[in-house]
């Protein structure tokens, strides 16, 4: 099995770590990781590193994200999502009276950088251990803000009956925003509660789902993009010729070129050699680039 980035469309109901055990058994390696989990009830694309190339999925982790959801208004859940246990509804009355300018308004104000409170069934960590454990053991959890940037809350589409109201929406984020979050915070801006019931992750920075394919007959080694293609993708290249990719193989410091001086000092870069290879992910210190991360030989095509 070569090294290289796999885009997989998640099914709804499996786990990130079960989409990752069935690579596992498709590629015959245990070399296998992810970049950032989706919940069981997300599907959409996750982006798994086979082999060598899961030392690249640490500059994947933190790319923007792009969504489609669909928020209910007129109660909450435990877990901000369809999965937890329902909240007191407001009455049909509010919903009902939840006009567009009040709808606009409010996606508005959770648009931009801003502060956002993680969902509690989350996998953020409380002294050393997950929300989600906790919850599960019936601790109170109260988590701290954090600061995330959503760069686009767009509504698509609205549908709605008797106490309820659907919203279809676009959301583009900085990783580690929680759309649940966004659909708490809607719903309790608009004073009738709001959670998640349908979410899609369609883009991961510059990896789109259009080009995933789905794990039913998935031919792992077919699949994968090769580490130096999902590395320019990610990240600034320097193109490295024999020599230098001997010496980077050997541990050695080489000459930063004009396009490496100019990035600032700890910048990750890839460094690719004759051969579309990448040999390492360098960073420039002072006039020199010093390697990171290595690659083996045999497993950076």
């Not at 990130?16 to 058994?25: E, G, I, K, Q, W």
């Not at 590193?49 to 959801?69: I, M, N």
Request: some cysteine; hydrophobic content about 45%.
């Amino acid at each position: 099995m070569n090294s290289g980035i796999l885009l997989v469309d998640k099914p709804q109901g499996m786990t990130s770590h079960d989409v990752v055990a069935r690579v596992r058994r498709l590629a015959g390696t245990r070399k296998v990781g992810h970049a950032g989990t989706l919940d069981p009830m997300a599907t959409g694309l996750l982006l798994l590193g086979v082999e060598s190339s899961t030392r690249l999925l640490h500059h994947l982790v933190g790319l923007d994200k792009e969504y489609l959801a669909t928020i209910r208004l007129g109660w909450a859940t435990t877990t901000d999502d369809a999965e937890g246990e329902p909240l007191p509804a407001a009455s049909a009355e509010s919903v009902a009276a939840v006009d567009p300018d009040d709808l606009a308004r409010g996606m508005a104000a959770l648009t931009g950088t801003i502060d956002q409170v993680p969902s509690a069934v989350s996998a953020v960590k409380v002294d050393g251990r997950r929300a989600y454990q906790r919850v599960r053991d019936g601790e109170a959890v109260e988590l701290a803000p954090r600061t995330v940037t959503v760069s686009a809350f767009e509504l698509l589409d609205t549908r709605g009956g008797d106490g309820w109201r659907d919203l279809d929406v676009r959301v583009a984020c900085s990783s580690g925003t929680y759309v649940r979050a966004l659909a708490r915070d809607l719903g309790a801006a608009l004073g009738v509660g709001g959670h998640l019931t349908a979410l899609r992750r369609t883009r991961i920075g510059a990896f789109d789902v259009a080009e995933a394919g789905g794990l039913e007959g998935l031919d792992v080694d077919a699949a994968r993009l090769g580490p130096a293609d999902a590395a320019r993708r990610t990240l600034p290249v320097v193109e490295v010729d024999d020599d230098a990719t001997r010496d980077l193989r050997h541990g050695k410091r080489i000459a930063a070129d004009a396009a490496a001086a100019a990035l600032d000092g700890g910048t990750p870069i890839a460094a690719v050699g004759p051969g579309d290879v990448l040999v390492a992910i360098v960073e420039r210190r002072g006039p020199q680039l010093k390697v990171v991360t290595g690659f083996p030989a045999e497993e950076g095509a």
